[in-house]
């Protein structure tokens, strides 16, 4: 964690700790109803609909980005 600085991307209510030693930027202001982690869950499990702009839908497509491992076989 100390080779790499990450971004969090806060939702209202939503708390969160940093791993000892890392650093982090807080993003505030965005407004989106649904965390990372559901997202994650999500693409893993192939489900078609995912609420992230299309830009970001885009470059996880593209990098085959968060499949499950069965689906990254074949």
Known sequence: VEAVEFIVVT?????WQAPPGAV???????????SSSAVR??????TPEVPVPED???YIHL?????SQQSKIL
């Not at 982090?24 to 649904?34: K, R």
């Not at 990098?63 to 499949?67: Q, S």
């Open 11 to 15: 939702r209202r209510g939503a708390a």
């Open 24 to 34: 982090v930027h807080e993003l505030n202001g965005i407004d989106s109803p649904v």
């Open 41 to 46: 869950a999500a693409l893993a499990a192939g």
């Open 63 to 67: 990098r085959g980005l968060y499949r």
């Open 56 to 58: 970001v839908w885009a």
